[in-house]
């Protein structure tokens, strides 16, 4: 079985792609999802957002919000809004995203990955899963009969593979779409077979992928093709796979309620046993590993590690949410397990250090840290080791849009 292969893919008829691209099922909430479909009929969020058509109040996991995306789906196939292309396909997907440095741009594959690499481990994790989620990804590609939600994945250096992607989108467009967010998200059908074969190849030969965002989404497929036997489509999953030199990570930043019963200036004595401390007059974006911003009411302070306590040969330990976990957030504020502390939250760095002002200057939170984003490489180099990020590692932008391409399974 390869560990890729192009498949005939499911999407919007020409002219519709503006219609029906939407975000992620897992960035909006119903309510948000329910205003950002409003008078729009053909939006993907009917299918991958279902409860918005029903009742407000509608338990998103109920069987009737499954069987509303399956309902969807058909009234979309038969106006013609969706259509399945005749043949097996590779896809070229083109991100674009306006940043303060410029624009940023990242070209990757839309293909089905093999669900037996991935039980392998030849397509890499780094993260837990939590079974209600991955319930609800079951269910819905049961009630769908297909994967909806592309894997956001990542391939190590392959200049062929580069290459031949590059080729590829010198030609037009088959979709060009700028969502309301000002992400670009542009795609190329690739159906000659040359083609075809010469990224199978450069991809097949490698000797890993990554999964960087859709943990849920890969194994919930996985449970799919487990009751179906891995048969045909099914044993296979939809990804979009890039290069992890092209990718973005932002910086995934914390907030605290409360400093543990100390001070500001206790707090910041018991800080200096691992961390040098100096007063910043503006914000404190970090500019490399190591480095940390500390907000506190109506001033910042940059805070750096000693470098004696950062491990070199532990690829979990020296990333920096980890030290920061370790050295700072368990030692001296008494927060141990990110996952289910109620005194910590998480804000990510599309949002920027202004957010982290806001929650602290409102009055709700005591405390915020700015992190270095974690790398592209750190990433790949737990998943090789087969281990797992701590909670709230890496936020990815941009993202991708549901509803360009989907994965049928008959």
Same mark, same amino acid.
Request: proline share 9%; charged share 20%; with cysteine.
């Given at each position: 079985?390869?560990?890729?292969?192009?498949?005939?893919?499911?999407?919007?008829?020409?002219?519709?792609?503006?219609? &029906?691209?939407?975000?992620?099922?897992?960035?909006?909430?119903?309510?948000? @999802?329910?205003?950002?479909?409003?008078?729009?009929?053909?939006?993907?969020?009917?299918?991958?957002?279902?409860?918005?058509? *029903?009742?407000?109040?509608?338990?998103?996991?109920?069987? $009737? &919000?499954?069987?509303?995306?399956?309902?969807?789906?058909?009234?979309?196939?038969?106006?013609?809004?969706?259509?399945?292309?005749?043949?097996?396909?590779?896809?070229?997907? /083109?991100?674009?995203?306006?940043?303060?440095?410029?624009?940023?741009? $990242?070209?990757?594959?839309?293909?089905?990955?093999?669900?037996?690499?991935?039980?392998?481990?030849?397509?890499?994790?780094?993260?837990?899963? /939590?079974?209600?989620?991955?319930?609800?990804?079951?269910?819905?590609?049961?009630?769908?009969?297909?994967?909806?939600?592309?894997? *956001?994945?990542?391939?190590?250096?392959?200049?062929? @593979?580069?290459?031949? *992607?590059? $080729?590829?989108?010198?030609?037009?467009?088959?979709?060009?779409?700028?969502?309301?967010?000002? !992400?670009?998200?542009?795609?190329?059908?690739? =159906?000659?077979?040359?083609? !075809?074969?010469?990224?199978?190849?450069?991809?097949?030969?490698?000797? @890993? *992928?990554?999964?960087?965002?859709?943990?849920?989404? +890969?194994?919930?497929?996985?449970?799919?093709?487990?009751?179906?036997?891995?048969?045909?489509?099914?044993?296979?999953?939809?990804?979009?796979?890039?290069?992890?030199?092209?990718?973005? !990570?932002?910086?995934?930043?914390?907030?605290?309620?409360?400093?543990?019963?100390?001070?500001?200036?206790?707090?910041?004595?018991?800080?200096?046993?691992?961390?040098?401390?100096?007063?910043?007059?503006?914000?404190?974006?970090?500019?490399?590993?190591?480095?940390?911003?500390?907000?506190?009411?109506?001033?910042?302070?940059?805070?750096? !590690?000693?470098?004696?306590?950062?491990?070199?040969?532990?690829?979990?330990?020296?990333?920096?949410? +980890?030290?920061?976990?370790?050295?700072?957030?368990?030692?001296?504020?008494?927060?141990?397990?990110?996952?289910?502390?109620?005194?910590?939250?998480? &804000?990510?760095?599309?949002?920027?250090?202004?957010?982290?002002?806001? =929650?602290?200057? +409102?009055?709700?939170?005591?405390?915020?840290?700015?992190?270095?984003?974690?790398? %592209? #490489?750190?990433? %790949?180099?737990?998943?090789? @080791?087969? #281990?797992? %990020?701590?909670?709230? +590692?890496?936020?990815? #932008?941009?993202?991708?849009?549901?509803?360009?391409?989907?994965?049928?399974?008959?």
């Amino acid at each position: 079985m390869p560990l890729i292969k192009p498949f005939a893919g499911l999407r919007p008829a020409p002219g519709q792609a503006e219609a &029906v691209a939407a975000p992620p099922y897992d960035v909006l909430s119903s309510d948000e @999802a329910r205003a950002r479909a409003s008078g729009r009929p053909w939006s993907f969020l009917h299918i991958s957002k279902p409860e918005i058509d *029903l009742p407000p109040g509608t338990d998103p996991y109920s069987p $009737q &919000v499954y069987a509303k995306a399956r309902e969807n789906l058909e009234n979309m196939l038969a106006a013609g809004i969706l259509r399945r292309d005749p043949a097996s396909c590779y896809y070229v997907y /083109r991100l674009s995203m306006p940043t303060d440095s410029g624009e940023h741009v $990242q070209t990757g594959l839309v293909a089905a990955a093999s669900l037996a690499d991935y039980a392998t481990n030849r397509i890499r994790k780094h993260e837990f899963t /939590r079974p209600d989620k991955e319930d609800d990804r079951v269910q819905q590609i049961q009630a769908l009969n297909a994967q909806t939600g592309p894997v *956001l994945m990542a391939y190590p250096p392959c200049p062929a @593979a580069d290459a031949l *992607l590059a $080729q590829v989108t010198t030609g037009a467009p088959d979709a060009d779409v700028t969502a309301a967010d000002g !992400i670009g998200h542009t795609l190329w059908v690739v =159906r000659d077979a040359p083609t !075809i074969e010469q990224i199978s190849s450069a991809i097949n030969d490698l000797p @890993a *992928l990554y999964i960087a965002d859709g943990h849920h989404r +890969s194994a919930a497929a996985a449970r799919v093709a487990a009751t179906r036997h891995g048969a045909g489509e099914s044993g296979y999953f939809l990804t979009v796979i890039f290069p992890h030199h092209q990718m973005r !990570i932002l910086d995934y930043n914390r907030v605290v309620k409360d400093l543990n019963g100390l001070g500001e200036q206790a707090f910041l004595t018991r800080i200096e046993a691992n961390f040098s401390v100096s007063p910043s007059a503006t914000p404190v974006k970090p500019a490399r590993p190591g480095e940390f911003g500390l907000y506190l009411p109506g001033r910042w302070l940059r805070l750096r !590690i000693e470098p004696r306590l950062v491990p070199a040969t532990d690829p979990v330990a020296r990333l920096d949410v +980890s030290l920061l976990t370790e050295f700072l957030l368990a030692r001296v504020l008494g927060i141990h397990d990110l996952r289910v502390d109620k005194r910590i939250d998480f &804000v990510g760095g599309i949002r920027g250090l202004g957010e982290l002002e806001k =929650r602290v200057d +409102s009055g709700k939170m005591a405390a915020a840290f700015a992190l270095y984003p974690t790398r %592209m #490489e750190d990433l %790949m180099a737990v998943a090789d @080791a087969g #281990e797992v %990020m701590p909670p709230k +590692s890496t936020w990815f #932008e941009p993202k991708l849009a549901d509803g360009l391409v989907s994965h049928l399974l008959d």
